[in-house]
């Protein structure tokens, strides 16, 4: 009887797993994908002064007159800076040098370095702030006008090939939209 009930089981476990892989497998669902247009812009040419977005070289040019007079403070100061760093090495080089005043000209020099310091990080703050009310408008608008234009033209992918650095291999020079979108911006914004 034991050897039947193994016959049984054994032909119900055949039966049943040759009844489980003659089922038809479904097939996996393949997702249709439509054909794509892709591009790209180098915005690093949109600040060209003889090809670039006439707008925002505009800005650029005025900002850069705005903060010339900082520039020309923080060079005068840097160049102070050299030549106290002169006198310095000057003084180190002879040998019967004055101790005090050497250790007067180091203290003099670290104190201008820091002042130096202090002024680029304020002018650089200030330039960062001042740009982004100045340009922060006029880059909200190319964004705009780069997803119509893209839009216009049945574009699917627009790449900025300045931002992508490294990540871009290769591309088709044809494929470089900077030029026909620097046109279409200038002519809706002279």
Wanted: charged share 25%; glycine share 4%.
């Amino acid at each position: 009887m034991k050897s039947f009930r193994l016959c049984f089981l054994t032909a119900a476990v055949v039966a049943l797993t040759a009844s489980l892989t003659a089922q038809p497998k479904t097939a996996p669902v393949v997702k249709a994908v439509e054909t794509a247009r892709v591009a790209y812009v180098s915005s690093g040419q949109f600040l060209d002064e003889a090809t670039g977005i006439k707008e925002l070289v505009r800005t650029a040019k005025a900002l850069e007159l705005e903060f010339s007079g900082t520039q020309s403070e923080l060079s005068l100061l840097n160049e102070k800076l050299r030549t106290l760093a002169g006198e310095i090495n000057r003084l180190r080089a002879d040998p019967t040098a004055n101790a005090k005043a050497l250790e007067e000209k180091q203290t003099a020099g670290l104190k201008m370095q820091q002042e130096l310091q202090g002024k680029q990080q304020q002018a650089q703050a200030a330039f960062q702030q001042r740009q982004q009310e100045t340009q922060g408008p006029i880059t909200t608008q190319i964004g705009k006008e780069l997803r119509a234009f893209s839009k216009e033209r049945e574009i699917s992918m627009l790449f900025d090939a300045s931002k992508l650095g490294d990540a871009l291999l290769d591309a088709k020079p044809e494929l470089d939209l900077t030029p026909d979108f620097i046109a279409y911006y200038n002519s809706k914004h002279p």
